[in-house]
């Protein structure tokens, strides 16, 4: 049964950083593309980013590109997200997900595509 674990969550002013990780077991992660989503209260789930399962190409939403990094170690069958310049309207809970890459060059980022998914960390962000 595979497992996602996010960890990484917190409260932190406008301006600052956090790294989110997800770690993954149960799995071959090495075979896995990931993402990153986030939902806030009353919205719907949207998309943050995406890795695919040899960690090339990496595709964000508008709204977090040159903001965020996402990236990955398949030695630690971890995902990670680096998160800088937070804005108060990044605050949400944030979700990893994880489904089998049809290639090694495959990403995805519709909450559709995924079969796995992590119970989420949250990330309020102060004005």
């Known amino acids: 049964q595979v497992q996602l674990v996010e960890s990484g969550g917190g409260l932190m002013q406008a301006g600052g950083s956090l790294r989110l990780s997800c770690a993954v077991s149960?799995?071959?992660?090495?075979?896995?593309?990931m993402g990153w989503f986030r939902q806030a209260p009353g919205k719907e789930r949207e998309f943050v980013a995406a890795i695919s399962r040899s960690g090339t190409p990496t595709y964000y939403a508008d709204s977090v590109k040159g903001r965020f990094t996402i990236s990955r170690d398949n030695a630690k069958n971890t995902v990670y997200l680096q998160m800088s310049s937070l804005k108060p309207e990044d605050s949400a809970a944030h979700f990893c997900?994880?489904?089998?890459?049809?290639?090694?060059?495959?990403?995805?980022?519709?909450?559709?595509?995924?079969?796995?998914w992590g119970q989420g960390t949250q990330v309020t962000v102060s004005s």
């Open positions: 149960g799995g071959t992660f090495s075979t896995y593309a």
């Open positions: 997900a994880g489904r089998r890459g049809l290639t090694s060059g495959s990403y995805y980022y519709q909450t559709s595509d995924y079969f796995y």
